[in-house]
Every structure is written in C-alpha cells, then in structure tokens.
C-alpha cells in the first residue's frame, strides 16, 4: 500500500455505518479509483463518528461533509484534531477551507483581484455585504446589535447603487445546498410566482417575512452570520453554469435549470458539451487568482458557479460569480451516470454511445483520483520533512527564551526555500516587487521591534513577519495589510491565531495605520503615522523602515 486516506462524508455517506449502506457516487468512484489504480488504503468515513484516530491518515479528503452548517463549531474542531500533531494532511488545505466556510473571505478575496461591477464586461463578483451577531467574525463583517432591522441595514447598503432598490439574495456565511437561502423581493416590479423555483419559501415579499428570517439567521451561531446580495435576474434566462476543476485545470461543465434554486438534485443538472464564449475562460482566471492566494497544491479541486450578468452590446452576456465551492464541493460527476441512463431511454440509442458517457466518466474520476494521490504524496514528503526540522531543532536544545529575531527554526516555522513561512497559514498571492525586509523600531511594546523578514502575500499585498515573546510565549509577530467592512484598508502589526488568516477579530493587534485607498500590491506600510491599539499595544507607536 501507498498509504492510507480517509474521504471525510457525513452520516448519511459512511460506507460501514451508514443505515442505508450507500456511499456518495463521487466518493465511491474516487475510493475505487484510489485503491485499484493509486494502491492506497480507503475510508469513506463520517467525519462526527467517534472514536477514530484521524492521524493515522496521510491525507483526509474533506467531500461530502454538507452538515457543516449544523455543525460548524464542532467541524472546527474536527479539523483541529485532524491536524493535532502539527502534520497537515487535509485536502483541501485547512487555509482553503476555512475561507470557503466564511464565504466572505474567499468573496473578499476575489473582489479585490477581480472587482464586483456588474456592468464590467470581463466579468465580476456578485456584490457582497457581510453582517454578524457578534463582534468575533472577519473585519470585513459588520456587526449587527439586538434591535437592529432589516430595514436599517438596507438603507446603509442602499447607498451602493448595485443594492438600491434591487431585490436581494439573503443568506448565511456559512451554509450549503441553499439552507435558509431566499430572495427578498422588494420591488414589487415582478410577481414571485413568476420566478422559476421549486419551493415558493424560497421567495417572499414580505419584509415583515425578510426581517424575520435575516434575524433568524443572525441569532444561528454555526451560520456564522449574513450574506447579502443583489438578485441577478439574468439567471432566470442563463440558468446557472458549474465548472469543476481538477488542481489549475478545468475538467467539465454543468448546467442548472434558469430560475433560482431551482435545480436542487443532479438529475435536473444537464451536462455541457459546449459552454457559452467568454464563461471558460472567465473561471479559469478566478481559479488562477484562487490559486494564487493560498500554497501551491492547496486547492485540489473547486467548483465554480458562473451566471450572466448585463447583456454586451453585441448581444452576449458578460459573467458574473455566484459561488467558488472550495470545501467540500460537489463535483456532479453523478451527472455521467444521469445521462448514461437517460440515454438508454432513448429509442435507437447503441450500448456504444452510452459506453462513451460512461468512460467520460472513468476519466474524470481518474483526473480526480490523480490530483488526490498527487497531494497525499506531496503532504507526505513535506511532514517527514516537517519532522526532520523539529527534530534538528530539538537536538540543538536551545532554551525558549534564546531565539533570536531572524531564528526560522522554531518547531512551529518552516523554512521554504528563503522565505521564513509559518506553513499552518501563510498564503501565496500574485508576487510583489517589495519582498526584502522590514524593520520596526522605537515601539513601547519592546517585543514588536525588531526586523521583519518577507513571508508571503495576503489580499494582494506583502506580508512580513518575525519571531518573538510576548506574555512569555513564543509567537510569530506579522506585519500584514487587510481590507475593513467599510473597504478601507490598514496594515496591522499583529498575532494572527495558527490555521486562521489574518485580518480577523481573532488577531491580537498592537498597532496599525492607514493603507492606500487603491490597495496597490507594491505598496508598502507608512514609516510614521501607526496608532497604537488599546489594550495590547504600549505607546509610542512604531516607526517603521523598508529595508
């Protein structure tokens, strides 16, 4: 044997538990494939079940876990104790999926590499606002007190004219398969019976419904919050398109009935020989920005949810973001195994064409099946490497208090080619001509000072960071560039938590000061003008030199 993965599913999926001993298609295929052709040992296992020792796996492919939002607490959890020995071995990366779960960091993300202008004819993000209960989430979350209505909010929003008067999308930050997904039909310019959809809760037009239903999301805690969104009509006309890709490459296509939520099975998704112009080759470049964002080999797979937008003037649509799936994606590769069987349906059709459909499908599995065993090797070779360094370290029986300020050998750090990374989080984004170093001094907070050595890109930015003590602990001090709820931007001089990107309310910040309002990824922090933050930074603040 190569090795041992599991395929994370949930309850329903557990190939020995399960009550209706049915694995998830997708799941089954790619197990088979990974054990016949990979040489791998495979559990398709329920990732709440007790009592396993998730450790033992090279690698855990998170798949059909589509109880997260019931969950959410307990599946951060999970991932914890997945990861409990400091060996990463999630697939996707832990990073990756984090920002899908928190749909409003990946959204972020792909706002500031791509921009959410509807009109723009290279393509847009759906626009997005962000609203949370409490004051625990990302900063780009506004924070929504007890008392606070619907209403309200949209008047602030309403200020953006993609919002005014737009029916809206309303859903949480955390959810999957549409849960508590609905459309708020506020302009009264289109009956909701008129809208394709399968359940009419779905729709209302109601704000007294809409309030209710936006606090009651709110008060969920594993929803994590609210999206909201202009309704794009043009999905009553388009329909929705998912594009799955394997790795950087894209693999096949789906299309979903016109209409909202209106598809909500692979039987009522139709495969796509031939996508509309303009729809490949806009996803491709959101999955490259993707890519960009987080460790080569992060992401394995992705689908890309892409809808019309405005029509251009030569009657084509532009294309717009729905949705990237980055946790736990369905892939639709059932959809072969629908149009197999559709097929024999069919007076005249030959045992040759349906035999077609269904090698289509065995080479996408084996696609699927190559990008997973590519990863798992990859893990492999990089935590014996992990391993070795903690050791080395360990055998130089250097007390805590001894490191130094350019020391990369703490058992927590990787060193990566030049470049000290703390591998549990540090992401990778479009490469910056200002790397070299950073160097803060004159700081009240003596551990803040010192030189800051590049270590990766965050939101399109250079990032810096540095070990250090602090409340006689070893940390790593990150000097890192964020976007605000109020799309303002500053640089922090920060603790970012391990496994959690920075610029959330899980940082401790002892100073930061404002950024540019253009966001340029050359651009550096300011030398003066940093504030110091209360509670945990001392005056005066920082000065701060590129080096």
């Given at each position: 044997m190569n090795g041992k993965i599991a395929i994370a599913t949930e309850a329903y999926y557990d190939e020995y538990d399960s009550k209706e001993k049915k694995t998830f298609h997708d799941d089954a295929h790619l197990a088979a494939a990974l054990r016949r052709d990979k040489g791998y040992e495979v559990d398709v296992i329920n990732w709440r079940k007790d009592g396993v020792d998730w450790t033992q796996y090279d690698s855990i492919?998170?798949?059909?876990?589509?109880?997260?939002?019931?969950?959410?607490?307990?599946?951060?959890?999970?991932?914890?104790?997945?990861?409990?020995?400091?060996?990463?071995?999630?697939?996707?990366?832990?990073?990756?999926?984090?920002?899908?779960?928190?749909?409003?960091?990946?959204?972020?993300?792909?706002?500031?590499?791509?921009g959410e202008s509807i009109s723009n004819p290279d393509g847009f993000i759906t626009p997005s606002r962000f609203f949370s209960r409490v004051d625990n989430q990302d900063k780009t979350v506004q924070v929504i007190p007890e008392g606070k209505t619907l209403q309200e909010v949209l008047q602030e929003i309403d200020d953006d004219l993609q919002f005014q008067e737009k029916d809206l999308v309303i859903k949480p930050l955390t959810s999957s398969d549409g849960r508590e997904t609905f459309i708020y039909e506020r302009s009264l310019k289109q009956s909701i019976e008129e809208i394709p959809t399968q359940q009419s809760d779905h729709i209302t037009n109601s704000y007294s419904e809409a309030n209710d239903r936006f606090q009651k999301i709110l008060n969920e805690p594993d929803l994590n919050g609210v999206i909201i969104q202009p309704y794009i009509r043009t999905i009553e006309e388009t329909g929705e398109y998912s594009l799955v890709f394997f790795g950087t490459?894209?693999?096949?296509?789906?299309?979903?009935?016109?209409?909202?939520?209106?598809?909500?099975?692979?039987?009522?998704?139709?495969?796509?020989?031939?996508?509309?112009?303009?729809?490949?080759?806009?996803?491709?470049?959101?999955?490259?920005?993707?890519?960009?964002?987080?460790?080569?080999?992060?992401?394995?797979?992705?689908?890309?949810?892409?809808?019309?937008?405005?029509?251009?003037?030569?009657?084509?649509?532009?294309?717009?973001?729905?949705?990237?799936?980055?946790a736990e994606p369905n892939c639709n590769i059932l959809c072969f195994s629908y149009k197999a069987g559709d097929l024999l349906k069919e007076p005249g059709t030959t045992i040759d064409e349906v035999q077609e459909i269904l090698e289509q499908r065995n080479k996408i599995v084996g696609r699927f099946a190559d990008v997973v065993a590519k990863r798992t090797k990859a893990l492999r070779t990089k935590n014996e490497g992990h391993l070795s360094d903690v050791l080395d370290h360990q055998n130089q029986s250097l007390p805590e208090t001894s490191i130094s300020e350019n020391d990369s050998t703490d058992a927590n750090i990787v060193e990566k080619d030049s470049n000290n990374e703390d591998d549990s989080y540090v992401e990778h984004g479009e490469s910056s001509s200002a790397t070299g170093k950073i160097v803060v001094s004159g700081a009240g907070l003596d551990a803040i000072n010192g030189i800051y050595n590049y270590s990766g890109?965050?939101?399109?930015?250079?990032?810096?960071?540095?070990?250090?003590?602090?409340?006689?602990?070893?940390?790593?001090?990150?000097?890192?560039?964020?976007?605000?709820?109020?799309?303002?931007?500053?640089?922090?001089?920060?603790?970012?938590?391990?496994?959690?990107?920075?610029?959330?309310?899980?940082?401790?910040?002892?100073?930061?000061?404002?950024?540019?309002?253009?966001?340029?990824?050359?651009?550096?922090p300011d030398n003066h003008n940093w504030v110091t933050v209360e509670n945990n930074g001392i005056d005066p603040p920082p000065n701060v030199t590129f080096k």
């Amino acid at each position: 044997m190569n090795g041992k993965i599991a395929i994370a599913t949930e309850a329903y999926y557990d190939e020995y538990d399960s009550k209706e001993k049915k694995t998830f298609h997708d799941d089954a295929h790619l197990a088979a494939a990974l054990r016949r052709d990979k040489g791998y040992e495979v559990d398709v296992i329920n990732w709440r079940k007790d009592g396993v020792d998730w450790t033992q796996y090279d690698s855990i492919f998170v798949s059909s876990t589509w109880d997260i939002p019931q969950y959410y607490r307990e599946f951060e959890e999970w991932m914890d104790q997945c990861e409990s020995d400091n060996v990463k071995r999630l697939i996707n990366d832990r990073v990756v999926i984090d920002a899908c779960i928190h749909k409003n960091r990946y959204l972020t993300m792909l706002r500031d590499d791509i921009g959410e202008s509807i009109s723009n004819p290279d393509g847009f993000i759906t626009p997005s606002r962000f609203f949370s209960r409490v004051d625990n989430q990302d900063k780009t979350v506004q924070v929504i007190p007890e008392g606070k209505t619907l209403q309200e909010v949209l008047q602030e929003i309403d200020d953006d004219l993609q919002f005014q008067e737009k029916d809206l999308v309303i859903k949480p930050l955390t959810s999957s398969d549409g849960r508590e997904t609905f459309i708020y039909e506020r302009s009264l310019k289109q009956s909701i019976e008129e809208i394709p959809t399968q359940q009419s809760d779905h729709i209302t037009n109601s704000y007294s419904e809409a309030n209710d239903r936006f606090q009651k999301i709110l008060n969920e805690p594993d929803l994590n919050g609210v999206i909201i969104q202009p309704y794009i009509r043009t999905i009553e006309e388009t329909g929705e398109y998912s594009l799955v890709f394997f790795g950087t490459k894209f693999s096949h296509a789906v299309q979903k009935k016109p209409g909202f939520r209106n598809s909500t099975s692979s039987s009522q998704r139709e495969l796509v020989e031939k996508l509309p112009e303009g729809i490949q080759d806009f996803a491709t470049h959101v999955m490259e920005k993707l890519h960009n964002r987080f460790e080569d080999g992060g992401i394995t797979r992705a689908r890309v949810d892409v809808v019309g937008g405005q029509k251009q003037a030569d009657g084509r649509f532009n294309w717009g973001i729905c949705e990237v799936e980055l946790a736990e994606p369905n892939c639709n590769i059932l959809c072969f195994s629908y149009k197999a069987g559709d097929l024999l349906k069919e007076p005249g059709t030959t045992i040759d064409e349906v035999q077609e459909i269904l090698e289509q499908r065995n080479k996408i599995v084996g696609r699927f099946a190559d990008v997973v065993a590519k990863r798992t090797k990859a893990l492999r070779t990089k935590n014996e490497g992990h391993l070795s360094d903690v050791l080395d370290h360990q055998n130089q029986s250097l007390p805590e208090t001894s490191i130094s300020e350019n020391d990369s050998t703490d058992a927590n750090i990787v060193e990566k080619d030049s470049n000290n990374e703390d591998d549990s989080y540090v992401e990778h984004g479009e490469s910056s001509s200002a790397t070299g170093k950073i160097v803060v001094s004159g700081a009240g907070l003596d551990a803040i000072n010192g030189i800051y050595n590049y270590s990766g890109v965050f939101e399109n930015a250079v990032r810096y960071s540095k070990n250090g003590i602090w409340q006689d602990r070893n940390e790593t001090f990150s000097l890192f560039r964020c976007r605000l709820s109020d799309h303002t931007r500053r640089w922090y001089i920060s603790i970012v938590p391990k496994n959690i990107q920075p610029g959330t309310k899980k940082d401790t910040d002892f100073y930061f000061t404002t950024a540019t309002v253009t966001g340029d990824q050359s651009e550096l922090p300011d030398n003066h003008n940093w504030v110091t933050v209360e509670n945990n930074g001392i005056d005066p603040p920082p000065n701060v030199t590129f080096k």
